[in-house]
């Protein structure tokens, strides 16, 4: 719930380890290394204008999405990092009350290959493929958010939406 021109937040996740800091301490050489923290979470902010005359509402709607990536890094850095794929929507709509919307477009593909081989055969030019299997899994992310808003406007309303939901 949030009131008429607040925004509501709403943010679940975990701070994982990105990267790292590293550092030489004082004349002695000392390395001293600290990790490095960002947000992966999936995010969603709601601004609602409610009409006075009328049960519309217009939301100001931000939502995004921070999580893990496989994506390549270069050499030097694919022991001490891990990337973040970062995915973010913002819009304005206007809806009645009570009324469901629909929020997409937050989509992610990704392709990964492995090969699987008898060592040396496999590794052996142009025959070498009949020891050897290459997998491409694909994997497809579509994150949808369905919003129903409710007006609220006295207790009795408040009181007989948490009952029924709960």
Request: glycine share 6%; no cysteine; charged share 20%.
């Amino acid at each position: 719930m949030t009131l008429d021109n607040q925004e509501g937040e709403l943010e679940v996740g975990d701070k994982v380890v990105v990267g790292e800091n590293v550092q030489n301490v004082g004349t002695s050489g000392t390395t001293v290394r600290t990790p490095q923290f960002e947000d992966a979470t999936i995010k969603l902010a709601i601004k609602p204008f409610i009409s006075p005359a009328s049960n519309q509402i217009r939301m100001e709607i931000k939502q995004q999405v921070a999580q893990l990536s496989t994506a390549s890094t270069p050499k030097a850095f694919q022991d001490s990092t891990q990337p973040l794929a970062k995915r973010s929507l913002k819009t304005v709509i206007n809806v009645n009350n009570g009324d469901t919307v629909v929020l997409g477009g937050l989509m992610k593909e990704q392709d990964q290959e492995s090969v699987t081989k008898v060592p040396l055969l496999g590794d052996i030019p142009i025959i070498g493929w009949l020891f050897k299997s290459r997998t491409i899994v694909k994997d497809k992310t579509n994150m949808v958010v369905f919003l129903t808003p409710k007006i609220v406007r006295n207790n009795i309303e408040a009181n007989a939406i948490v009952s029924k939901k709960t």
